[in-house]
Each structure stands twice: as structure tokens, then as C-alpha cells.
């Protein structure tokens, strides 16, 4: 029953009355009028009302009687009553009328009838209190209403919309959680009619409904959030044509008066797709015009609202909308947005990816490129997003993110910013406890996120000292949890241990003696508190509490806090017990816990919640506390490395083999005695380690050995039982046992035991007498014992020794040949296929360097013969007979052994001084070895003695011959090694402040004389004219000037700029009296080309780039150049072998026979030509003095020494220079000699031994033009003739004076 049909007039029936003239009120009911009470006005307005309730449309004549009475309901009196029983007992009765009447309502002016809708939606709002008494009756009124459909009535009113948004506005605002289902339902009933049934919705009626979905709204009334919903859902056909409309005047056309909800486009849109995507059919094309959009503000929006709609976890739209989605995409427009110019909008979008990865894994790929694009924004906090982005969805679950994206993470850990990094760290950490500790995802997701602990410890790599402290941080918090039980703890730190890469073993390593070191010089700050005080007491603490600050995060901030902390600990003699006791070697995990929160609680302020100085302090606790490591932890892993040793512990669970976690094992032992020996001191822990001795793993028993050497000192007195099963085991490993157990037995003798003296000779007689060079396989062993006891010892054994050196090692051993070398042409061999008695030769030159070490004097000129002995092996390539018996691989091998032990001697002072310039140049050249495997391991150890300070200052210009490498990684690890060993340099005299005493032998700048010097007597710089000589001198020059001048620290360019102009005023001390040696050090004219001449006067030669040194190759004029790898410049120390040309594995004897005569030595990994030196003669330059001929005399191995022998045809003899030889200075330019060490620079097309990464294009760098463009005088330099000599030494003679190398 409705009203959906129009109705008639009705003029006729309000003419009809009763009989007698009035109005006729159903039985019992007396006139109702306004001169009777309100009470009786109520009573009978009950009764009419049951009346109407119970009439029906059939009651004909009912309807005619009581006709009048409904037109008297609907006047004012009524409908303007004041009292609210009244007016709902009349709306009750005109919503019967409107249902009896119907289809044809009583009332025909469309003003009443507006007034009666009016008066009907006002007493609705007495719904909104269903615990009032005439709650049923408001209830009836509404379900009258909505049954009868009685508003349509409405549609013919020309104002019917006022009445609608009346009614719209009243229902939701009276809604509310206490109604049940039936009154909502009924509300839709009725809303609904009038949405589906009307000719269409107008725009104020639509925000009537559009107005609860605003948040602000929603939060407000849910219930009227949930009623709209409803509502849109069920007219969803007929309102969609509406909103569409709206959306396209406040979007396309931007008319934004249309309605005061324009400012909400956006989150009603939001709203409307999660209630029904299809209201938004219509809507969606236009979003794509708002991207387009101009103003980044605009843009912002849009795309906050679209990721929302794509990233809600109900939606579905990326997958039934396609297109919409691929148009979402930057192929298209939305994805785009990951690219947009705006900061925010690119923020939004990253966003808009964490949640859709969470809640669309499907739709990651089409997100992972642009997720890496952001990755590298230049905008930190964007990179800081992309970050949580991956973490938080791989923290929900790890597949939902793939290898590519966890890949981005990883390259964040790098990142220049600390915030950006910090969080890359810290969610990569999450991650493993998630799921490689606590396995919450098995196997399968451990396995994925497995190389997270290695990646994590590589970071202790880096320089910043904050890296380092979250490595710290992680390490005992989320690798092996500090806060676990002391089994679990070890167990968890063993198997960490067993399955770490190398680098990152080594690593963990330094982290844990960083942390003892830091630890030691907190307890000598301690020391120094007992201390009186003194001057020199308050100068030692004072370096001291900067070295502290410098391991502390911002060492400036740091160094003020660590003061006032010293402050404090020598005002309170609690607080320093109490460090003592966290410091001491004995403290306990738990102690140190109980530790730190003592003195952090003594420290804190209440008054000051965030207390920088604590926070400071609490950084030095935690990086000193032993945390991890005590007695019972060491325990614990002695009794899994047992488990492990018997089969019975879970290493195949845990996806480490038994072998490896025993070997591992030691190895985590073996690091930890250097930092925690009191820790092992047990009778249980040297039995299970005297079972590791007898184990035939080598590898075990060597570690085993030293874990003894470290912790044992007090065995002897505390364990006797240990030392007497002990001692035997040792004596046997030092006799035979492998080389390193021999070593690390001979030291565990000397360091545990007080008769070490009876226990060395016990060892070294019948090694002495039983040596034969025969059987060189049985050689090796003693000789490194028999070496490390004279080192050790040297007041018992050096004598003996001496005659064992004299008689054997050098007559019997090193100047004999028992066997001939296999002829392969490789120039380096595996430590597998070196033959004995070649080994046995290299550990012989190691027992003459350790001999001497021991005995540090040279009263017997021991020395003097050794190094003799030493340079005549490189001058003669290793083949120290000349036999050629020996193969190229073996010479290799003993031409490292010769040129490390020079190396080796020098960092003792007594034989530095001894070294002539002639063996320290020839001990240099080896950097520039034909073999690359010789020069990478002699770098290494070059490097590593510098970085120590135990070589003098010259030995760093060795680094500068690195130019003439021709493998790009070899260059750019020199270039990285220089740059370390300068800022260690400048460090230690900023926070040694006795070091400017010894500023000549410390400062990095004084390394450029002897860098000259070194270059002046380089073997290939025979002719100062020759313009491609000169052009390889620049180079190695500005090698080494380059990276010194990155920073110009103390005016240091303008220092080295006169001190170039000085050392061109002097001459040689190696040759004084020689004019055409000293031609280039004292002229005034350009006898050299003048970029060459710049170079030397202002130390910067033409603009290059920062790595231009190490990229540009060495060409000669009329030679094809040598054409380098193009890889990006390494900032790593790592040693890179470029790869071997797979067409050179399988040469012919006739290929190889073929290079021997084009002067080509075939490098498994680098084919080289062989150097070629000039004569040299033995001078030192290194001293404050010229040596005199005897001294010369005395230096020289033979007349040819120094001489490097070029390779000629099969079977020639070598040809010997003499070195009274001279140039004429006249004639054509001399040819060019073959390199050790250095790629030729022209060879033939043919050439079967170029390396396939050395033969790449450069695409990188810098392109330097040739010689002829750079200067003028770049041409005349090659033609240009020297001026007579005796008129050279004229012009110098005012000015002249001699280069002093070693003050």
C-alpha cells in the first residue's frame, strides 16, 4: 500500500459532514478542541488514533464519517500544538490517514501537505530515545511511514527536496546504538523509496548522505556512518549517476561551490569505493586528469587517496580493474608518482607500498623497480621509508618480499646518511632473530635470510666509529642475545661462529679487540688514578681520556662527557671500584650486569629525564662489559667443541658439519684466549684441548697450541698434571709437526714454562745435528723451530746458530740446486705444487731473518753477508746459482722470500741503517714483480708494516711504483693503503704530542724526497729526454702527490712546493760526484718537459680527475698503448686477481717458447714482460752522510749486481751490461727495456697472454690528452740536448748542496 500513484481531488469529500453539521469522532470520544485540558486533549486524541490504527482501506464508510475529523487533525491548532504527546498522538494519526487514504491522500494544497510531512519528519526525532515511554509510539510512527511509502506523496511538490533533506538530516542524526535492526531497517525502507523512486537525487540531498562518511563525522555517530553505507549499497544503480556528476564538477570542472563537502572529494571517495566500488565507476577516469595535475599539493592528494584504495586489504580493485591498475603504474600515470618531482608525493608513494605489499603480495612485482629506484632518492627520509617499508612487511611475513627488495635493504647499510643506515641495520638485525634465532618461519625462511649476519658484520669495516657501535649493539642483542642463558648464549655464538664468511670472522675479531682495548685503556686510566698526582700524571690521563673519546660516538661531544666522568671517578671511590670490578678479568657476566646498573643509577638525574653525559657513559659501559664471555661461557663452548668431537652435537641441524664446527670451534676459542685468558683457566678446558693436540686435524692442533701459548702461564704452578702431558706434546709438534704447529709450540714453550731454556735446547740439538738438505721435505719443520728458538733465545742459541747458517743454510741449502724445477712457464704455482726444496729455501731465508732479529746487533757482520745474499737473489730473479734449474714459479716464490726479508730486517733499527740505497731500491722494485701474485703479497706486507709504524718513512714511497701496475686493482689497492698509512701518520702526532720531535721520520708530506730519490734510480728512467720515461716518472709522481694533497692539512701544499724547490737545488748523496746524475736535480733550464717541471715546482701537474693516476695507462710514442680495465675504482683493501683468458690455459710449448723470445713470461693471472734494471751502485741515501767507496766496495755482490737480465732467445746466454757503459746523449734514444712488473706497451697482435679484463675499452676517467697537447714544451722535450756538463755543474755550483733523506 502506497502512494506511488498520483492523487485525485478530493474537493467534494471536504464538504462532507455529519448530519447534525459537525464533525463525527469516533464512539466515546467528545470533541476535541482548544478549550479543553491538554490531559483530556490526550485522552481522546488515544482513542482517535486506536481508532485509525484499526480502520482499513475497505472500510468505505469509516473512511467517509471520519473524513472531516482527518482534515481537522491536519490544522494548525494541531500541528503547531506545544506539547509533544499532543503533536505525537497527531502525527500518529496522519500517518494512518495517509495509509487508509492511500493512493489518494485527503489533504489537496501542496502547502498543507508540506506542512504535514514537516510536522511528521519533526516528531521523528523522538526515535533518538528508545527508553522513553512513547519510544513504541515514535517506532510505529516510523514503520507507518515506511510501509505506506507515504513520503512519495511528496514528489509532486515543487519544494519536495526541503522535505527530503529534512527527513534525510533527521533519521541520521536520531540514530544510534541503542536501536535495534528493525528501526534502521525501516529508516532504509523509507530513504530508500525516496532515492529509487524520485526523478532523481539533488546535490543538497546527496550530501545529506555524503556528509557521515567525512571522518569527522564517522567518528562522531557510527551508527549514521553505517545507515549511509547501507543506503548507498542498496541504491547503488540510481545514486551512482549522482555522485559520478558531483565527483566531475568538483574534479574536472573544479567548481567547488557545488557543495560545501568539495573540500572531502577525496576522502568520501576513499569511503565510497570501500563501500561499493561501483558507486565510483564513472569516477575513477577522472583521478587521472588530477594526477596530471600542476600543483604538487593536488598531486599529493590524489595519490595519498589512490594508495589507499590499492593498498586496502579488502581491495580487489588492482586485480578486477586492470587497466585501472596498469594506468595506477608509471608506464602510466600513478606509479609515476614514485618519480615525481614533489618530495611528499614520492613519500606518499612509498607509503602506499608497505601497504601494499602487505596486503597485495601479488602486486610487489610490478612495485620492486620503483621501490629500488626510491631506494637511492636523494631524499633521506624517502630512503629512510623505502627502508621500513620492506622491514615492516617482511616482520609481518618474509615472503612477502623477495630477494630484490631485501636486496635494497642491504645496499642501505651503506648509505652516507646515519638515519638512513641505522634503520637498514636495525631491520635487517629484526629480521634474523625473527627468523633465523627463533626460526618462527622454519628452514626455508632461515635460509633466506641467512647471509643477514655476515652483511651486518662487514659493516665493522667502515671508518665511522658509530657503525661500529650499532654492529656492537646488534651483535649482542640480536646475533647472540647477551640477556640468553649461558648454554644457549654459547650455543648460539658457536654455531654464529661455524657458519660466519671469512670477512666476516674477521670482523667479529676486531670488534672483540676493539672492545679489549678499549677495556685496557679504561683500566690504565684507572691506574693512573692510584697514582699521585703529578704534571706527567695529568698529561698521561689526559691522552688517555682522548683515546677513550675517540671510540665513543661524536668524539667531540664525547671528549667533554669522558672529563667529567674521570671527574667523578676521582671524587668517588665506589664508582671506581666498581669499574674496577667490570674491567677486571675475572667479572662475570652477571657482575658486569649488576655493574653497569649500579653505576648508570649513581650517574642518572631524576630531574633531567634525557641525561646526555649518562647516555655517553652508558655507550662506554656496554663496549667495556663482558657481556658474552666469562668462565662459565668458555666452559660451555669447551663442552659443545666435545659434543661436536664425540658426534653427539646437533651440527647437521644446525647446517654446519662436524669438522667445521671442531675447526670453527678452535678458532672462536683461539680469539677469545687473546682477549679473555683468565676465562680458560681449568683443568676441564686443557684436557678437552690436549684432546684437540692429538686430533689429526692440523688446522686444530695448531689453534690448540696457541690457545696454550695464550692462557697457560700459570699451568706450571696451578696444574702439573697438564704441564707433564703438555711438554711432550709440544716438543713433538716443534720437531714434527707442520710449520705454524712448530711455531706456535716453540712459543708455547717460551711463554709457559720458567726452564724454558733446558726445554728449547731439548729441541734445538738434534734438530741442528739432523738437518739434510737431501731430503728437503724433512727440512721445513726444523728449520722454523730451529728459527724461532734463535729468535727467542738469542743469547743461548746465536753462536750454534751461527755456524748452522754458515755451513748449512747457506752453502748446503740456499747455493745449491739438488732438483730441477718443472719448465711450465707459470709464473706462481699453488703452495700444493712448490717443490720441497724450494720451500725449504724460503723457510731457510725466514730462519736468517729471525736469527738476526734475535740477535739485534750486527758486531759479527752477519747482517751485512745476509743482506749481500739477499739482493744478489733478486738481482738474479731467485735463481741464486744461475743454474736455470730452477722454474719461473719457484724464482717467484724466492724472489717475495728476498724481498720480504729486506723489508723484514728494516723495521729493526740496527740493520736499517745498513741497508744500502742499491738493496732498498732493489728490495722496492719487487712491487713492480713480473709476477702478480708477488706483488700482491709483498703490497700486503709492505702495507702492513707501515700501517704499524715499524718501517722508517721511505718505505712508503715504495707505494708511488704502484703507478706502472698494469691491473687496476693493484693500483687502486697502493692508492687506498697510502691513504691509510698518511692518516695514521697525521693521527698519531695529533694525540702524541712528543711525536713532533720525530716529525722527519712520522710527517707523510717528507715522504716526497724520498719518493725522488727512489724514482731518480728507477731502472727504466735512463734518459731524462725521453718524453714516455718522463711521462711514467709524472705518473708515479702524482700517484703518490695526489693523494697526499687531498687535504691541504697545515699549508702542506705549499711545503711540499718547497721542498721540491729544494731538492732541486742539491745532488745526489747516492752519486755526488757523478754530473749526469745529478743533471735533473740542479738546473735552470729546460732540460725536462715543462709539465714535468710544473709537476715538481707547484706538486699538481694539469687538472685531473681524484683517480686519474690510477686509471690512466703508460703509453710510448710509436707504440700501440696499453689499453686498462674499465671496473669502477675499488675503495676496499681486498686484493682482486683479474681473470685468466680462458685461450691462455692451453698454450703449446711453442706458444710459450714464442713469448720467451719476444721477452713475454707467461702469469697464470697476468702476463708481464720481465724487468730490465740498469746498474746501480751501492750508495746509501738514507743516511746524513755519502758513503765512501769502501763502504761501496763492501755493498757490491758482483761488478753486474743490480742488473736485471731481459730473457732472449731459446738457449742464449744472458748479456751482461757493464757498468761503465755510457749513453751518447747524442745519438737516437736508447730502446726500450721490458718491465718487471709492468705491461709492456706494445706487443704483437697475436699475443695469445692478454688478459681478457685487461683488454676492455676505458669508458671511465678522465681523458688526458697526449704529451704534445699538453705543453709546448712537451715536443721539444724528446729532441732536446743536454747542455755540456761542465757548464750544468757551473750554474748549480752557487746553490748547490746535497739532499739530505734521513735526519
Wanted: charged share 25%.
Amino acid at each position: 500500500m502506497d502512494f506511488t500513484a498520483q492523487p485525485k481531488p478530493a474537493t467534494a469529500l471536504c464538504g462532507v459532514v455529519s448530519a447534525d453539521g459537525k464533525i463525527a469522532y469516533p464512539p466515546g470520544v467528545k470533541e476535541i478542541t482548544d478549550k479543553i485540558t491538554t490531559d483530556e486533549m490526550i485522552k481522546r486524541l488515544k482513542m482517535v488514533v486506536k481508532t485509525f490504527m484499526d480502520m482499513d482501506q475497505d472500510s468505505e464508510d469509516e473512511k467517509q464519517q471520519y473524513l472531516p475529523l482527518a482534515l481537522h487533525l491536519a490544522s494548525e491548532f494541531f500541528l503547531r500544538n506545544p506539547n509533544k504527546d499532543v503533536r505525537l498522538l497527531v502525527a500518529c494519526c496522519l500517518a494512518d490517514i495517509f495509509r487508509i487514504y492511500a493512493p489518494e491522500a485527503p489533504y489537496t494544497s501542496h502547502d498543507k501537505l508540506k506542512d504535514i510531512f514537516l510536522f511528521i519528519t519533526r516528531q521523528l526525532k523522538g526515535l533518538e530515545d528508545t527508553k522513553s515511554p512513547q519510544f513504541n509510539r515514535y517506532f510505529y510512527l516510523l514503520e507507518n511511514l515506511a510501509w505506506v511509502k507515504s513520503y512519495n506523496i511528496c514528489f509532486e511538490l515543487e519544494d519536495c527536496n526541503e522535505i527530503f533533506i529534512q527527513l534525510f538530516r533527521t533519521l541520521f542524526s536520531v540514530i544510534n546504538n541503542s536501536h535495534n535492526k528493525k528501526v534502521q531497517m525501516h529508516m532504509l525502507d523509507l530513504m530508500s523509496s525516496i532515492i529509487m523512486e524520485g526523478d532523481g537525487v539533488t546535490q543538497e540531498l546527496l550530501d545529506s548522505i555524503l556528509i557521515n562518511l567525512i571522518p569527522a563525522h564517522k567518528n562522531l555517530n557510527k551508527q549514521s556512518f553505517d545507515l549511509a553505507k547501507v543506503l548507498l549499497k542498496r541504491t547503488v544503480q540510481t545514486i551512482e549517476a549522482c555522485i559520478a556528476n558531483f565527483f566531475n564538477q568538483v574534479l574536472v570542472l573544479g567548481r567547488s561551490s557545488v557543495s560545501d563537502l568539495s573540500e572531502h572529494v577525496f576522502d568520501l571517495i576513499q569511503e565510497l569505493f570501500a563501500i561499493d566500488p561501483h558507486l565510483l565507476l564513472s569516477v575513477m577516469p577522472q583521478l587521472e586528469f588530477k594526477l596530471k595535475s600542476n600543483d604538487g599539493e593536488e598531486r599529493l592528494a590524489v595519490v595519498r587517496l589512490l594508495a589507499k584504495l590499492f593498498g586496502s586489504k579488502d581491495s580487489d580493485l588492482a586485480t578486477q580493474n586492470r587497466p585501472l591498475w596498469q594506468c595506477f603504474l608509471g608506464r602510466n600515470l600513478f606509479l609515476c608518482r614514485f618519480n615525481d618531482i614533489h618530495v611528499p608525493v614520492r613519500l606518499e608513494s612509498v607509503k602506499f607500498a608497505s601497504h601494499c605489499l602487505m596486503n597485495h603480495p601479488d602486486l610487489a612485482k610490478d612495485l620492486t623497480e620503483y621501490l629500488k629506484v626510491r631506494s637511492h632518492d636523494p631524499e633521506e627520509a624517502i630512503r629512510h621509508d623505502v627502508i621500513v617499508t620492506i622491514i615492516t612487511a617482511a616482520k609481518r611475513d618474509l615472503a612477502l618480499v623477495n630477494d630484490q627488495l631485501l636486496g635494497f635493504v642491504r645496499e642501505r647499510t651503506l648509505d652516507k646518511r646515519w638515519r638512513v643506515r641505522k634503520e637498514a641495520m636495525m631491520g635487517l638485525a629484526q629480521l634474523y632473530k625473527k627468523y633465523c634465532l627463533h626460526g618462527e618461519a622454519g628452514k626455508e625462511a632461515a635460509e633466506k635470510v641467512s647471509w643477514i649476519k655476515d652483511k651486518l658484520l662487514h659493516i665493522y669495516y667502515q671508518n665511522s666509529i658509530d657503525d661500529k657501535l650499532l654492529v656492537e649493539k646488534i651483535f649482542a642483542q640480536y646475533l647472540v642475545p647477551h640477556n640468553l642463558e649461558t648454554e644457549e648464549r654459547m650455543k648460539c655464538l658457536y654455531y654464529l661462529y661455524a657458519s660466519l664468511d671469512p670477512n666476516a670472522v674477521k670482523a667479529l675479531n676486531e670488534m672483540w679487540k676493539c672492545q679489549n682495548m678499549l677495556r685496557s685503556h679504561v683500566r690504565e686510566l684507572l691506574d693512573l688514578h692510584k697514582q699521585p698526582t703529578s704534571e706527567a700524571n695529568c698529561s698521561a690521563m689526559f691522552g688517555k681520556l682522548m683515546t677513550i673519546a675517540k671510540n665513543l660516538p661524536d668524539p667531540g661531544k664525547a671528549q667533554d662527557f669522558v672529563k667529567k666522568f674521570n671527574q667523578v671517578l676521582g671524587d668517588d671511590e665506589k664508582l671506581r671500584s666498581q669499574l674496577e670490578l667490570l674491567i677486571s678479568p675475572t667479572c662475570s657476566c652477571k657482575q658486569a650486569d649488576i655493574c653497569v646498573r649500579e653505576i648508570a643509577r649513581k650517574l642518572a638525574n631524576p630531574k633531567q629525564p634525557t641525561n646526555p653525559f649518562l647516555e655517553m657513559v652508558k655507550f662506554l659501559l656496554e663496549r667495556i662489559a663482558p657481556v658474552h664471555i666469562d668462565s662459565e661461557a668458555i666452559s660451555a663452548l669447551v663442552k659443545l667443541m666435545n659434543k661436536s668431537i664425540e658426534g653427539t652435537a646437533d651440527d647437521e641441524e644446525e647446517g654446519v658439519s662436524p669438522d667445521t664446527a671442531i675447526r670453527s670451534g678452535l678458532e672462536l676459542l683461539k680469539v677469545l684466549s687473546f682477549t679473555h685468558p683468565t676465562s680458560f683457566h681449568s683443568a676441564e678446558t686443557y684436557e678437552s684441548l690436549l684432546q684437540c693436540l692429538r686430533m689429526e686435524d692440523d688446522k686444530v692442533a695448531e689453534a690448540a697450541i696457541q690457545i696454550f701459548r695464550n692462557t697457560g702461564h700459570k699451568i706450571e704452578t696451578d696444574l702439573p698434571q697438564i704441564r707433564s702431558t703438555l711438554i711432550p706434546i709440544l716438543h713433538q709438534k716443534a720437531k714434527r709437526g707442520t710449520p705454524h704447529q712448530a711455531k706456535q709450540a716453540v712459543h708455547c714453550i717460551h711463554a709457559i714454562f720458567t726452564n724454558k731454556e733446558v726445554q728449547l735446547a731439548q729441541i734445538f740439538e738434534p734438530l741442528s745435528r739432523s738437518l739434510n738438505a737431501d731430503v728437503p721435505e724433512q727440512l721445513i719443520t726444523p728449520l722454523v723451530s730451529l728459527g724461532h728458538i734463535s729468535m727467542l733465545a738469542p743469547d743461548q742459541f746465536a753462536s750454534p746458530m751461527k755456524s748452522v747458517v754458515a755451513n748449512f743454510i747457506v752453502k748446503d741449502l740456499l747455493m745449491n740446486d739438488r732438483s730441477t724445477g718443472e719448465k711450465n712457464g707459470k709464473l706462481w704455482s699453488p703452495d700444493e705444487e712448490v717443490s720441497p726444496e724450494v720451500l725449504a729455501k724460503v723457510q731457510a731465508i725466514k730462519l736468517l731473518v729471525r736469527w738476526l732479529l734475535g740477535m739485534k746487533n750486527n758486531q759479527s757482520k752477519s747482517a751485512n753477508s745476509t743482506l749481500r745474499l739477499l739482493s744478489a737473489m733478486l738481482v738474479s730473479e731467485g735463481d741464486l746459482t744461475e743454474q736455470k734449474r730452477i722454474s719461473k714459479s719457484d724464482m717467484s716464490r724466492l724472489r717475495l722470500a728476498a724481498g720480504s726479508a729486506i723489508m723484514k730486517l728494516a723495521q729493526e733499527p740496527c740493520y736499517h741503517e745498513i741497508i744500502t740505497p742499491e738493496q732498498f731500491q732493489l728490495c722496492a722494485l719487487v712491487i713492480n714483480d713480473e709476477c702478480y701474485q708477488v706483488r700482491q703479497i709483498f703490497a700486503q706486507k709492505l702495507h702492513k708494516a707501515l700501517v704499524k709504524l715499524l718501517l722508517p718513512l721511505e718505505y712508503m714511497a715504495i707505494f708511488a711504483l704502484c703507478a706502472k701496475d698494469p691491473v687496476k686493482e693493484r693500483r687502486a689497492h697502493a692508492r687506498q693503503c697510502l691513504l691509510k698509512n698518511i692518516s695514521i701518520r697525521r693521527e698519531y702526532i695529533k694525540q702524541n704530542p712528543m711525536a713532533t720531535e720525530k716529525l722527519l721520520s712520522l710527517l707523510p708530506e717528507y715522504v716526497v724526497p724520498y719518493m725522488i730519490h727512489l724514482l731518480a734510480h728507477d731502472p727504466d728512467f735512463t734518459r731524462s729526454q725521453d718524453v714516455d720515461q718522463l711521462r711514467d716518472i709524472k705518473e708515479c709522481l702524482w700517484f703518490m702527490l695526489e693523494v697526499l694533497m687531498t687535504k691541504n692539512e697545515n699549508n702542506s701544499h705549499a711545503f711540499m712546493k718547497k721542498m721540491a724547490e729544494n731538492i732541486k737545488l742539491t745532488r745526489d748523496a747516492q752519486s755526488p760526484d757523478e754530473s749526469k746524475t745529478n743533471e735533473d736535480f740542479c738546473n735552470d733550464k729546460s732540460y725536462i718537459s715543462e709539465e714535468t717541471r710544473v709537476l715538481l715546482l707547484t706538486g699538481k701537474p694539469k687538472p685531473a680527475g681524484v683517480l686519474g693516476a690510477v686509471n690512466k695507462p703508460l703509453s710510448a710514442t710509436g707504440r700501440k698503448p696499453y689499453v686498462r680495465s674499465t671496473g669502477t675504482e675499488t675503495g676496499s683493501n681486498i686484493n682482486v686477481n683479474s681473470e685468466l683468458n680462458p685461450s691462455t690455459g692451453n698454450r703449446s710449448r711453442e706458444q710459450s717458447s714464442e713469448a720467451a723470445e719476444t721477452g713475454v713470461s707467461e702469469n697464470e693471472e697476468n702476463p708481464v714482460r720481465i724487468i730490465s734494471v740498469t746498474p746501480v751502485k751501492n750508495i746509501d741515501p738514507v743516511k746524513n752522510k755519502e758513503i765512501n767507496s769502501d763502504q761501496a766496495t763492501q755493498g757490491n755482490i758482483s761488478s753486474d749486481r743490480g742488473k736485471k737480465r731481459t730473457v732472449t732467445a731459446a738457449g742464449a746466454e744472458n748479456i751482461q751490461q757493464k757498468t761503465d757503459e755510457k749513453v751518447d746523449e747524442s745519438g737516437p734514444p736508447a730502446p726500450s727495456k721490458p718491465r718487471r712488473g709492468r705491461r709492456p706497451k706494445s706487443e704483437s697482435q697475436g699475443n695469445a697472454t692478454k688478459n681478457d679484463d685487461l683488454n676492455k675499452p676505458i669508458n671511465k676517467g678522465r681523458k688526458r690528452a697526449a704529451v704534445g697537447q699538453e705543453s709546448p714544451g712537451g715536443l721539444e722535450a724528446g729532441n732536446a740536448k743536454a747542455p755540456k756538463l761542465q757548464d750544468l755543474a757551473k750554474k748549480a755550483a752557487p746553490a748547490e748542496r746535497q739532499i739530505d733523506l734521513q735526519r
